[in-house]
């Protein structure tokens, strides 16, 4: 990373802004540009990390235009993508809109990427990109799926691989938030979708860490998944207010009782690893994947990564701990 010109799409997201602050405290990047479409954001980033005192440059731009791609990328080493459309309901009223720049948009991102000579992109997705359920899943199915073919184009210069993991704790528009922003008006009843509800849970400094690792060690065509744990809703609930009510609300358009970050057919091209898992092209020749990767043990027939199968679980007290972490950090 030292020396390297590196850009994030849509980073002044949390995961941007946490990928920033890790960047600039362990390497010395030439150059780290944040590329996004929100002039505000870009504007409350640059108090914390301005220009005059640190190598950062921030571009004005969407993935939908390719063009503009075409210019941000000149002279990028690496492009880290984590640009996207997230609101599972809102993308069911609007799925074009998902499409343009879900699907589109990582086009673009390939297509610019070949055209400018970066060496590496590696792309974000999400466990609702397995076996999706609702349209921001299969959107992030279909981007996964053309950023890994993109390896066999322009001959193979570009090395594309993509991280997967699952929701993000405190992240903007997440769960926590809504739950203490509910505390703080001093509700005790906190609406449940489904009572049985499960989610992958993994912090902002453990999603980064798994994009750094993607961006050390990836050969092309890979996705890392990393080994997290799984938490009940109704735990969280507890968490922030143990003598809260639960209201039931009914699952909202598109949600999943259970997520799964690896599936029964993709395991059976997955290797396993102490603290993650590495799926393998479905397509490609995997002689050097396999060759970088040797250590990796296979996964048994039938083997799923599901939340609620999991073998790690964070109780209520981890939780209320992962909770008032947030708040200090958010604070």
């Known amino acids: 990373m030292d020396g390297k010109t590196i850009l994030v799409t849509g980073g002044t997201g949390s995961f941007g802004r946490k990928f920033t602050e890790t960047v600039l405290k362990n390497y010395k990047p030439k150059?780290?540009?944040?590329?996004?479409?929100?002039?505000?954001?870009?504007?409350?980033?640059?108090?914390?990390f301005p220009e005059s005192r640190y190598p950062v440059r921030y571009f004005i731009g969407d993935i939908r235009d390719r063009g503009r791609l075409n210019r941000a990328f000149e002279g990028v080493d690496y492009v880290v993508h984590a640009a996207a459309l997230?609101?599972?309901?809102?993308?069911?009223?609007?799925?074009?809109?998902?499409?343009?720049t879900n699907v589109l948009g990582?086009?673009?991102?390939?297509?610019?990427?070949?055209?400018?000579g970066v060496k590496k992109v590696v792309a974000l997705s999400t466990d609702k990109a397995v076996n999706p359920a609702n349209l921001y899943g299969a959107t992030k199915l279909v981007a996964e799926k053309t950023f890994i073919a993109a390896n066999a184009y322009g001959g193979g210069r570009v090395k594309f691989s993509a991280v997967r993991y699952g929701n993000v704790v405190g992240s903007r528009g997440s769960v926590i938030p809504f739950f203490v922003n509910l505390k703080k008006e001093g509700c005790r009843e906190y609406p449940i979708t489904d009572e049985r509800m499960t989610r992958f849970w993994i912090t902002l400094e453990q999603g980064v860490d798994l994009v750094l690792k993607a961006l050390h060690e990836s050969v092309g065509g890979e996705i890392f998944i990393p080994k997290i744990p799984s938490m009940r809703v109704v735990d969280l609930a507890k968490a922030l207010e143990p003598d809260c009510v639960l209201k039931n609300i009914g699952i909202r358009p598109g949600e999943k009782i259970h997520e799964s970050l690896i599936s029964e057919d993709e395991a059976r091209k997955a290797l396993e690893f102490e603290r993650h898992f590495i799926v393998l092209p479905q397509f490609m020749s995997a002689e050097d994947i396999f060759a970088k990767f040797k250590g990796g043990k296979a996964l048994p027939e039938g083997f799923i990564y599901r939340s609620d199968l999991n073998k790690d679980w964070l109780n209520v007290e981890h939780l209320r701990t992962m909770v008032r972490h947030w708040k200090d950090l958010d604070a």
Do not use: C
Not at 31 to 48: A, H, N, T
Not at 108 to 116: G, H, L, Q, S
């Open 31 to 48: 150059k780290l540009i944040i590329f996004s479409r929100d002039e505000f954001k870009q504007y409350e980033m640059g108090k914390i």
């Open 86 to 100: 997230k609101q599972v309901p809102a993308l069911e009223y609007n799925p074009m809109e998902a499409v343009k």
């Open 106 to 116: 990582a086009d673009n991102i390939v297509d610019a990427a070949i055209d400018t």
